[in-house]
């Protein structure tokens, strides 16, 4: 089983919710975890060219797939806190059922009205194109 199908599963076991899908995505810079939105939106033969929010915070995509109409994919990285979240309108987001919420560096916005439903961990592997993935 491939880690999208695994991811696919994981999702579908979430169930229908009365808001948000949110998808914590940990690991060092450069483990992958982009790639692995990329990737992901490529086997669902999504047609979207997804790049890094890294400057730009969050991006949103036209998702329809899973159940979900949009892809929202943030990056926190540069980030203080989650206050900082709410200033971009993130609550807004989260209250959307249709939303698949994809959030990179999520212990800088860690807060206990934020909770992951799904947790994938990105780790260097020993090759320099190896990854490990794992996911919750």
Known sequence: ?????????????????DAATIVFLWGDLGSGKTTFTKRL????????EITSPTFTILKKYEFNSLGFENLIHVDAYRLDSYDDLLKIKF????KNPKN????EWPSIIEHENITADINIR???????????????
Do not use: S
């Open 100 to 103: 698949l919420i994809f959030i």
């Open 91 to 94: 609550d807004e987001y989260a």
């Open 1 to 17: 089983m491939t880690i999208y199908e695994q991811f696919i599963d994981t999702v579908k076991a979430v169930g229908n919710k």
């Open 41 to 48: 939106c490529e086997y669902l033969g999504l047609g979207i």
């Open 122 to 136: 990105f780790l260097h592997g020993e090759g320099v194109d190896d990854r490990v993935i794992t996911m919750d």
